[in-house]
């Protein structure tokens, strides 16, 4: 009995292990344009980083939204980044998050 419930676990931790990770793409509609883009200076560059620039984030529960600074992400072998972007639809505001996407 022991050693059939190591065996399960010894094979649900192998399938924890070995499942591909998936990442999906963020993307909210809202009808309040995102206020005008902030100057933002980036820093020098770091190797085997990406910089991330700052954006405009919703906040749905307080209904403004807030600014996120740039930052650095590690970058990901045979993937470029795609930065995040606000776009203008018949009224309403898309925002689709930055995120990594194959080369």
Known sequence: MRSSKTLLGIMFA???IATPTVFAVSEIEVTVAPPAERVEVA??????YTWERGHWRWDN???KYN????????NREG??????????????WRFRAGHWDDE
Do not use: C
């Open 14 to 16: 192998a399938g924890l």
């Open 43 to 48: 820093p020098a560059p770091r190797d085997g």
């Open 61 to 63: 529960d307080a209904r």
């Open 67 to 74: 600014w996120n600074e740039g930052r650095y992400i590690q």
């Open 79 to 92: 993937h470029r980044y795609v930065q995040h972007e606000w776009k203008s639809d018949g009224g309403k």
